[in-house]
């Protein structure tokens, strides 16, 4: 793929806004692929004044951790006009997305689906005709530089709820496609903009779909629906789950499934496809996400045509934790005869809990992992790790459990904490189990929901729970938890996770909510960094690295150390032929220095 990033007049919700786009396109062009495959994207950056990188999310990035796209910490951001390659292996089917990971380049619009089929020859699971494939988002109209800005102020000014909720890059503010079914919502009118025009799903009846759904929002999760089909869930973030029939989805940010349905249902009628917002308290009048499914041969107007469908699906209450908690049991691993679903192993080799608080320093509000708000050097991790660059690194190890004494329950006694690059390091081959511990918020009797995301690895979601973990009394599945690349923690509760550090590389942790993680809420997992070997030219030049590398010459050709335009497929060793000459060179000098003595 050749791709160009820029910004571009758009109208995502058919308010003119600045969006983030690809190729002239919003949302990105989706990629399809077969597992097994290599991915090459010459990501070219036309925004005229800041970098860019793009994370392929769920990809596990295999022996190539530095096309991870995590700016700071796998690679430095592409600077404006520059060209990077991306080289990586799809190894596994399923359904993923990529999107910016730089500042909060993914709430601008730089996002977009990729979907892995099996390899050739190679079946799934389950059976299904054909398939569709949905990318849920958010959309405010502030743009988010001054989102950006608005989180690092004092005083300190929240983005607030999302003025849309997009389907396909596609929503409508101040209007409704279902106005005539929501208490103080209007119909929106015939004459919508073409970019904002919902974008219709057309099915052929009598057939099996899949259906292909991420969640890419910035901030609002969501429950899903197809007005009078029942879903089967059959995958979740990449990874086959035990089928089981759904009327609704909740998908938080950072999420994808599969599910199945049957296209059996009266074909002359249109049926609502909806996203609600959920877990945080939607506005007033609701602004749910809609569009139809359509029956071909009968081809609507998705704003003319959508009173004709069938009721509009009743959202739960927004604060329905339970039922929440009660859709994510119901996720477990497939048991299969014919498939190799991995196994976690039966114990860890060491626990981490990671507390989540919200903290006030100084009136700046922050979010922070035992203690510490994570804010990333200027240098990248794996560079500085890779070279052992102390200086590019925080000399604090940050803290593997949190106080006896703190109470989950109510606002920090004291809400002020540190802020640097909390880096876990793991040795190769042992297993990390981390609790996702939530607490009380700055304000009494309130806690979130934040959807977590691990890089370069999936995980075994072994439990979640209410309060604070215990080891002695918290129950943990290990007989068929689900794998997955991220995981809910619901308010004032926990989330458990298993994981084996068999993927060298250095991976961020963190709440998949953008403005959260800008303001501090992740750590970073480095992992057998002695393991990586080859690094190719163009990823590390930024920083301290791109002195080291300069000093070493032991990369890129190019003199100025600058992002090179290609780096080869499959990556370049960081061994350059400078590096090379100078082995020769040493060798040489230890010959005669053995000659004359
Ligand atoms: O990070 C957040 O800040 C606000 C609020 O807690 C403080 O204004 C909010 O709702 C968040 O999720």
Not at 381 to 408: H, I, Q, R, T
Not at 455 to 473: A, I, K, M, P, Q
Request: proline letters at 8%.
């Amino acid at each position: 793929y050749d791709w160009n990033v820029e910004y571009m007049y758009w109208k995502p919700d058919c308010v003119e806004s600045l969006v983030m786009g690809i190729n002239g396109k919003f949302p990105g062009p989706t990629i399809t692929a077969k597992a097994g495959d290599t991915i090459l994207v010459k990501l070219t950056n036309k925004l005229h004044t800041e970098g860019v990188v793009i994370h392929w999310h769920g990809i596990r990035q295999l022996e190539t951790p530095w096309a991870d796209g995590t700016a700071a910490i796998s690679q430095c951001a592409i600077n404006p006009g520059d060209t990077f390659l991306y080289n990586f292996t799809v190894d596994k089917a399923g359904t993923y997305f990529y999107h910016g990971h730089y500042g909060m380049q993914r709430s601008a619009g730089l996002y977009g689906s990729l979907n892995v089929d099996v390899a050739d020859g190679a079946k799934e699971p389950f059976a299904y005709d054909d398939e569709i494939t949905i990318l849920l988002s958010d959309w405010w109209h502030q743009s988010v530089h001054k989102q950006e800005v608005g989180l690092s102020s004092k005083p300190f000014r929240w983005i607030g709820e999302p003025q849309s909720i997009l389907i396909n890059g596609k929503g409508q503010f101040g209007c409704s496609l279902g106005g005539e079914f929501i208490n103080g919502s209007t119909k929106c009118s015939q004459d919508i903009d073409e970019q904002c025009q919902p974008e219709v799903f057309s099915i052929q009846p009598k057939k099996k779909y899949r259906v292909r759904i991420a969640s890419t929002t910035s901030l609002a999760s969501l429950n899903f629906s197809i007005g009078n089909h029942t879903m089967t869930l059959v995958e979740a973030d990449g990874n086959y789950v035990q089928q089981v029939e759904v009327d609704s989805l909740n998908i938080y940010s950072g999420d994808t499934y599969s599910v199945l349905i049957e296209t059996n249902q009266y074909p002359s009628t249109n049926y609502w496809i909806s996203a609600y917002q959920i877990a945080r308290k939607p506005p007033h009048p609701l602004r749910p996400g809609l569009t139809i499914l359509n029956y071909k041969p009968k081809a609507p107007n998705p704003v003319l045509d959508a009173p004709s469908s069938s009721p509009l699906p009743t959202p739960p209450l927004w604060n329905d934790f339970t039922g929440g908690k009660s859709f994510a049991s119901k996720i477990l691993a497939l048991q299969s005869d014919q498939l190799t679903i991995p196994k976690p192993p039966t114990s860890f080799d060491r626990r981490i809990v990671l507390l989540n608080t919200q903290n006030n320093n100084s009136g700046y509000i922050r979010w922070s992992i035992n203690n510490v708000s994570l804010v990333l050097p200027t240098t990248p991790l794996l560079g500085s790790l890779k070279y052992g660059l102390l200086n590019g690194l925080d000399s604090e190890k940050p803290a593997e459990d949190f106080p006896a004494n703190y109470d989950v329950m109510k606002p920090p006694v004291n809400p002020n904490s540190n802020s640097g690059g909390s880096v876990y390091k793991f040795d190769y081959g042992i297993t990390i189990d981390v609790i996702i511990q939530n607490a009380n918020v700055l304000e009494p009797h309130t806690s979130e929901v934040h959807p977590w995301h691990l890089h370069g690895h999936d995980f075994w979601v072994l439990g979640y729970g209410e309060g604070r973990f215990s080891s002695e009394s918290s129950n943990l599945n290990l007989k068929n938890p689900p794998l997955r690349n991220n995981v809910v923690l619901f308010p004032h509760g926990w989330t458990a996770i298993r994981f084996v550090t068999d993927n060298p590389g250095v991976w961020p942790f963190h709440c998949h909510i953008e403005p959260h993680l800008h303001m501090g809420m992740g750590v970073v997992f480095a992992e057998a960094v002695n393991r990586i070997k080859t690094v190719p030219s163009g990823v590390l030049e930024c920083g301290l690295t791109a002195k080291t590398i300069l000093a070493d010459s032991i990369t890129s050709p190019d003199p100025l150390g600058a992002p090179s335009p290609s780096p080869s497929p499959g990556g370049v060793s960081s061994l350059g032929p400078m590096g090379a000459v100078n082995l020769i060179f040493i060798y040489l000098f230890v010959l005669c220095w053995l000659y004359v003595c």
